[in-house]
């Protein structure tokens, strides 16, 4: 016992010495098993203990930092993780509350609504009618609506002739291929579809293919077997009976039914080669079938290089691309001559066709004719009030249980389970407070009286098919009684060739909303958003457009406390606010431009404003000639 604890005792100091070593000079120390065994080959002289003292605070010191660090670490960690706990939970509370005191639940538990979250505008009417029935001592003269201003002096447009050098580097003059596009959506989604390709192929120095609107280029090839299509015809037209898709008319009409082709064509002649087919060769290459050409997913909102550096090699190997759907697939930053471009395609190469342009004049000239009372002005509205939008929009309106009802059967037949998702909250309260409720005919005809348009006012209403037309019409008839639409004032031979169009008769409401003195705006959407821009280019730069502020007019007009003359004051000035921003141009520098140049056409397309000046006039004459309203367009 002695000797092992001797042993012990002596070889305690060498394992002293040998862990320092270690740990000072790491694993490579100098102790080796053979200096253990008491062996007399050499090993060189131990450090001073100072060296392994030093070392060994060190390690002590940095084994407290270390600890420490891992401690703040540690708890860094868990007050995140509380706080975020804490976030979501007052998350949580923020949202119940929301739902407590704007949705439903908040009548069962007697809390007051959120101001602005209860439909009461058929109480406010009913309440200020007598005023707003005798109230014709501020009519606004719509001569003087908007402000004037005059415009700068235009610098002149590239010349066509001058083979002006859109996009990448010619090779021998000859194009890089042929770019076919398809534009999906509606009448305005397809027209921006349509000066994107226009811009695209500029870019790409290709010959741009007529674009086809979705659909059509799959089960209506124009070079499939007559047979075959006609039984395509048929199929289609019996899914859009059967089904009564609202939007199923829209896949009838292709670029020539709603577009002059031939003036297309010619206007880009100098700039964008257009054709109206594939050459037969190609189109033999890809066993006539359009679609068996490579479709190329182009990613939303692509920039000018993205094309050049992904789709350009594509289009030079293959000869011709498809791009499919094409809808926002150019960013609105693009060099100013490829810009250039969307302004020439938008004001300048779209016209529409002979039938839509001959009825288009005809209802101008009535709608003038019914406005001589107000020296051939008109107010303008595009209302969005059909059964779909309200539906989609999920707010209750004065309908009571059976509106709701009805809502959600039709919501149930059309988006099946899209509104019953359990991560989906639909609060219709706070949709009118945040201003995403459709605006009613009773609150466009109290929003125009308050700004001072008297009974005397001839309006023009651009809509589809009004949910329960009948009831929420007649406010508006109250206050507006020279109230008229395309089918009033069209013959129903006249109108009987585009009734089952709706992209059709979407044109001829954009033709006689642009030359209104006033253009009001209820929902947003790409109808007002290019009729905007085509008014301002049209007229000086002005838009002339009442867009109303929908979060200030729902507290308004839930307000039963209010007067007429409040009203009017804060509709005065809502108006003055519209005038001013229906001038405003956005700053561009070069290719920063954020906003869309469909809506703010200046200072891009400001050359092309030259040879408009004169169509200005064309509003003040009760018989437009035809030429003019065409070019106008």
Same mark, same amino acid.
């Given at each position: ?15 002293? !010495? ?5 740990? #000072?000079?790491?694993?490579? $120390? *100098?102790?080796?098993?053979?200096? =253990?065994? +008491?062996? /007399? ?123 002006? !050098? ?5 090779? #021998?003059?000859?194009?890089? $291929? *042929?770019?076919?596009?398809?534009? =999906?959506? +509606?009448? /305005? ?445």
């Amino acid at each position: 016992m002695v000797t092992t604890t001797s042993f012990a005792m002596k070889s305690k100091p060498y394992s002293h !010495h040998h862990l320092s070593r270690q740990n #000072s000079n790491g694993a490579g $120390g *100098y102790a080796s098993e053979s200096s =253990n065994s +008491g062996s /007399n080959s050499p090993s060189p002289p131990p450090s001073p203990r100072r060296h392994a003292t030093v070392s060994h605070y060190r390690r002590r010191l940095r084994t407290k930092t270390n600890s420490f660090s891992l401690r703040d670490n540690l708890g860094v960690s868990f007050l995140f993780r509380w706080n975020f706990r804490y976030l979501v939970l007052l998350t949580l509370l923020y949202v119940s509350g929301l739902i407590m005191c704007v949705g439903p639940f908040s009548e069962l538990i007697g809390f007051p609504p959120v101001p602005g979250s209860v439909y009461r505008s058929h109480e406010i009417f009913e309440k200020l009618w007598d005023d707003i029935q005798f109230d014709n001592s501020s009519a606004i003269d719509l001569s003087s609506v908007w402000k004037r201003r005059r415009l700068k002096m235009q610098k002149p447009c590239l010349n066509s002739t001058a083979g002006q !050098h859109f996009g990448v580097e010619k090779e #021998s003059g000859s194009p890089s $291929g *042929y770019l076919i596009v398809e534009a =999906n959506g +509606g009448l /305005n989604q397809q027209r921006s579809a349509i000066c994107n390709a226009v811009a695209v192929a500029g870019l790409l120095n290709a010959v741009l293919v007529i674009p086809r609107f979705e659909l059509n280029s799959v089960w209506k090839d124009p070079r499939m077997d007559p047979v075959r299509r006609s039984s395509l015809d048929t199929m289609i037209a019996v899914i859009c009976t059967v089904t009564d898709i609202l939007m199923c008319n829209l896949y009838y009409s292709e670029f020539g039914d709603i577009y002059d082709e031939d003036h297309f064509i010619s206007t880009l002649d100098g700039y964008v080669k257009v054709v109206r087919e594939l050459p037969d060769l190609l189109m033999e290459k890809y066993d006539d079938n359009i679609t068996n050409i490579p479709n190329i997913r182009v990613q939303a909102w692509a920039p000018a290089k993205y094309y050049i550096g992904e789709v350009y090699p594509v289009l030079k190997e293959q000869g011709v691309i498809r791009i499919a759907p094409f809808a926002n697939r150019l960013a609105m930053n693009v060099p100013p001559h490829i810009q250039l471009l969307r302004c020439i395609a938008n004001y300048r190469a779209l016209r529409f066709s002979s039938p839509i342009s001959t009825l288009a004049q005809k209802l101008l000239k009535r709608m003038i004719e019914k406005s001589s009372k107000t020296g051939g002005k008109y107010v303008s509205i595009h209302l969005r009030f059909e059964e779909d939008m309200v539906a989609f929009s999920c707010c209750l309106y004065d309908g009571g249980k059976a509106e709701k009802v009805e809502m959600d059967s039709f919501r149930e037949k059309w988006w099946k389970g899209k509104f019953k998702r359990k991560d989906r909250v639909i609060v219709p309260g706070l949709n009118r407070v945040n201003g995403k409720c459709p605006l009613t005919p009773l609150e466009v005809g109290m929003i125009l009286r308050g700004m001072g348009f008297n009974n005397n006012t001839s309006i023009y209403l651009a809509s589809g098919r009004i949910y329960q037309a009948e009831r929420h019409l007649a406010p508006l008839l109250k206050m507006f009684p020279l109230l008229y639409t395309k089918e009033s004032l069209a013959t129903p031979d006249e109108l009987a060739p585009f009734k089952e169009y709706s992209s059709r008769l979407a044109a001829l409401d954009y033709t006689v909303c642009l030359f209104s003195e006033v253009f009001v705006t209820t929902q947003g959407g790409n109808f007002p958003h290019f009729l905007m821009g085509h008014r301002r280019f049209l007229f000086d730069g002005h838009a002339k457009t009442i867009n109303p502020d929908k979060q200030k007019l729902v507290l308004l007009l839930q307000n039963m406390n209010s007067s007429w003359m409040t009203f009017k004051e804060e509709m005065g000035i809502m108006l003055s606010e519209n005038d001013r921003k229906g001038i405003m141009v956005p700053r561009v520098r070069k290719i920063n431009r954020k906003t869309s140049i469909y809506t703010f056409p200046l200072p891009e397309c400001r050359c092309l404003q030259q040879s408009n000046n004169t169509i200005l006039k064309l509003t003040n004459s009760v018989n437009p000639p035809s030429s003019q309203l065409v070019s106008a367009r």
